[in-house]
């Protein structure tokens, strides 16, 4: 299995990039998003904007450098359903519902990384916090 090694790695870029560019945008456009915010009804629009900021772009980055991938793959998987749920339950406009879906899949794909870690290739793996859970599954 040494050979596959990197596929947490290539994972993590495949998950985190995009929601580090999706920060990077919000930051970018500060009142079209706290706009759109507010458009959903969601309660004070310029903290629900930091908070997206944050989880976003800090939590890709996080994930791109494989540090404390668990909980921060948690948190974002929380935010991806909190999203689906606010932002795209217009099943109706079959655009939405693709969203919908599409924040699902990033929810179970972050999932994943919660419960196997970040992988050889990360922080976490040279600051020894890579006890995976797959490993104990092995030794049972």
């Not at 580090?20 to 915010?37: D, E, Q, R």
């Amino acid at each position: 299995m040494d050979r596959y090694k990197f596929l947490p790695l290539l994972g993590r870029i495949m998950i985190g990039a995009p929601f580090a560019m999706s920060g990077l945008g919000k930051l970018a456009a500060y009142a079209a998003t706290v706009g759109y915010i507010a458009a959903m009804g969601l309660p004070v629009p310029p903290l629900a904007y930091i908070g997206a900021v944050v989880i976003e772009l800090g939590g890709g980055l996080l994930l791109l450098s494989g540090y404390r991938v668990r909980s921060v793959s948690l948190v974002m998987a929380v935010f991806c359903v909190v999203t689906a749920a606010f932002f795209h339950h217009n099943f109706a406009d079959q655009n939405q519902m693709i969203h919908f879906l599409k924040n699902v899949m990033m929810a179970g794909g972050l999932l994943q990384i919660a419960y196997f870690g970040a992988g050889a290739f990360s922080l976490d793996a040279r600051a020894g916090r890579t006890s995976s859970s797959a490993a104990s599954l092995n030794a049972s």
